[in-house]
């Protein structure tokens, strides 16, 4: 019963902060209209942790403006005014709306849409002294008051540029952000976590510990890695496959590219197309092309958005048997979505990423003891990158019982995999929240999200049922009663993709990796020249004893140095000059540490080897 109430609790009070946020855009555009009365208006919608609106106006405006208008919100939040909702026709509605051309179009669309139309009024006074301060075009909703805003729980954060309703070729409005709270503690708070995020933020670390960049000649949304974010990756993948080969998986690989009549069977021909670049004609050279000729045998090849159909491909090129599985194949396949300029960010959001790909072909009587393994290998994942897994949060997607015609499979396959789904999570005690109509249209999912250094949650691994794949392929086995069955499909990734998990593995640890995964775990610094070969000859019995080591022998200062390697967050730093070399020993300086200590070079190697060992 606590729960319950608990859980009630939380519900209201989310719902009131998204009545506050709501009616802070509303007051938002007030303020904008009451200083800048030529403004046209776009939308204010809620978004997590605040809300935005985006607003043409006449002349550029900067962030200066930001302080203003926030002032003058409070001003309008400390006068008690009301919101009052009115159903509307849609002529009615365009006449209101006539001199605002945006919200003429949203009127146009809902009007097509049969869908019912209605404003929000923000209203000064009452009675003979009511007077309308504001009006929208809006389904709500909102606070009765604006008594139930907190002045000081809200901020203007930034300004931005947006294309009206999200697309390229429609003008560029300017969207204007704040973040809003029910106190001014937790405005407080929130800020100081977006002010660390922005000193943890993979694209500026990226560049100042030089692991990657992104370059406009070989194309946006494509990383390019660097040494250092190139051993980090490798890093990364030597655990992963030694991981999946003692966990009883085996190795696949497939083509970055598909023959066109792939992706028609598959589906992705058409359920998908939005995600996927053109096709590639494959049946002429560069040169053909350029000289206009035309494809005598015409091949088209598609950059594949997906590792799944290669993955069926070479199920199907065999007879299987029900003693054979289940099969589990995994790869690290890089893969190809098609993705806006303005919708790309950093490793998080790329055009080309590689996914830590799985696929599982098992009987319905394995199909329990393989949800139990995958997501025990999850955990043990999350665990073993220094992850809280008491902080995992998992979804389970299921479908939408009044709309069961968008999705493929039977009502049979549909509730035993979603009752088995509930049932597995339940029994490994998985934090999970049901989410009906969220399965993806070929099966019900769990997607696990979890929680950085400073509480910002992260979708990564996926846990897919799949009735789509096997049944457009034909996939079967023979069972013991000697005749064809098709067999249950999971799709399954652990990072998700190794650039986003390698980008949330940056802002996690804010650069400061752990030994076992730092590119460089220790950089040796002799005093002088004439220790040089003392530190080389130090950094080379390191390297016998598998720790990643380099020397820095510039002409710089030692101070400088030093600097560089605590600037470049190297877990180790080690100095030699005359007293290292007569004691056969180095002085170390351990990261975030200021005392240092000389100690005998195969002591540092034991305790350097006890840091990788445990993952420090």
């Known amino acids: 019963m606590a729960t319950k109430q608990k859980k009630s609790l939380e519900s209201e009070k989310d719902k009131q902060l998204h009545n ?10 007030t303020a904008v209209l009451e200083t800048y009365p030529t403004t046209k208006l776009g939308i204010g919608p809620v978004i997590e942790n605040g809300f935005y609106y985006d607003f043409e106006f006449a002349k550029p405006v900067t962030d200066e403006v930001l302080k203003v208008l926030e002032k003058r919100m409070r001003e309008l939040a400390r006068e008690k005014l009301s919101f009052t909702k009115k159903a509307i026709t849609p002529l009615e509605a365009t006449k209101k709306f006539k001199n605002a051309p945006y919200k003429k179009e949203l009127i146009a669309d809902l009007k097509k849409q049969k869908k019912p139309l209605s404003i929000y009024e923000t209203v000064r006074g009452t009675g003979k002294n009511k007077t309308v301060v504001f009006m929208d075009l809006c389904a709500g909703p909102h606070v009765k008051n604006t008594s139930e805003i907190n002045p000081e729980g809200f901020k203007l954060m930034s300004i931005a540029g947006a ?15 704040g973040v809003a709270f029910g106190s001014k503690q937790e405005l407080d708070e929130y800020i100081l976590k977006m002010e660390e995020a922005a000193k943890r933020d993979h694209r500026k670390l990226g560049k100042e510990l030089d692991l990657f960049h992104m370059d406009e000649m070989v194309g946006l949304g494509l990383p390019l890695w660097h040494p250092k974010g190139a051993l980090l990756w490798r890093i990364i993948e030597e655990f992963w496959y030694q991981k999946h080969l003692e966990n009883g998986y085996d190795l696949v690989r497939s083509p970055h590219i598909g023959n066109r009549s792939l992706w028609e069977i598959s589906g992705h021909w058409g359920f998908y197309n939005k995600s996927m670049y053109p096709p590639i004609e494959a ?27 290669f993955h069926v491909q070479i199920y199907k090129s065999n007879i299987r048997s029900y003693r054979d599985l289940p099969y589990r194949w995994a790869e690290c396949g890089t893969v190809y979505r098609f993705e806006k300029k303005g919708e790309l960010s950093g490793l998080t959001r790329v055009r080309g990423f590689t996914q830590d790909d799985a696929h599982i072909m098992c009987r319905k009587d394995q199909i329990e003891d393989e949800l139990k393994l995958v997501i025990d290998f999850i955990l043990f994942i999350y665990k073993s990158f220094g992850f809280d897994i008491d902080k ?13 015609k968008k999705y493929s499979g ?5 509730n035993f995999t979603e009752t088995v789904l509930r049932k597995v999570a339940k029994e490994k005690k998985l934090n999970f929240k049901e989410e009906l109509g969220e399965a993806a249209f070929y099966g019900p999912k769990l997607d696990f999200k979890i929680e950085d250094a400073i509480g910002r949650q992260w979708q990564c691994s996926t846990l897919q049922f799949d009735f789509n794949l096997p049944a457009r392929f034909k996939m079967s086995f023979i069972n013991d009663e000697g005749k064809e069955e ?3 499909m999971l799709h399954r990734a652990l990072f998700g993709s190794y650039e986003r998990f390698i980008g949330l593995l940056i802002e996690h640890y804010a650069g400061n990796f752990p030994v076992w995964l730092a590119p460089k775990q220790v950089r040796i610094l002799p005093v002088s020249e004439r220790h040089a070969d003392y530190a080389h000859e130090v950094a080379r019995e390191l390297k016998t004893n598998g720790i990643r080591v380099e020397v820095d022998d510039a002409s710089e200062t030692l101070g400088k140095r030093i600097r560089n390697s605590e600037l470049e967050k190297i877990p180790f730093t080690l100095v030699v000059g005359d007293k290292e070399i007569e004691s056969r020993a180095v002085n170390v300086r351990t990261r975030h540490q200021k005392e240092t200590e000389t100690i005998p070079t195969k002591q540092f190697i034991e305790k350097a080897k006890k840091a990788i060992e445990e993952k420090k």
């Open 486 to 488: 098709q067999p249950f």
């Open 410 to 414: 039977n009502d049979a396959g549909w």
């Open 392 to 404: 995992v949060h998992v979804f389970l997607s299921l479908r939408d019982p009044k709309n069961k």
């Open 283 to 309: 049946g002429q050279t560069l040169e053909e092309k350029q000289q206009n000729k035309k494809a005598e045998l015409s091949e088209e090849y598609l950059l594949k958005p997906m590792n799944c159909p």
């Open 20 to 29: 506050i946020r709501h009616s802070l855009s509303h007051l938002l555009a």
């Open 163 to 177: 294309y009206w309703r999200g697309d390229e070729k429609n003008k560029m409005l300017t969207r204007i952000y």
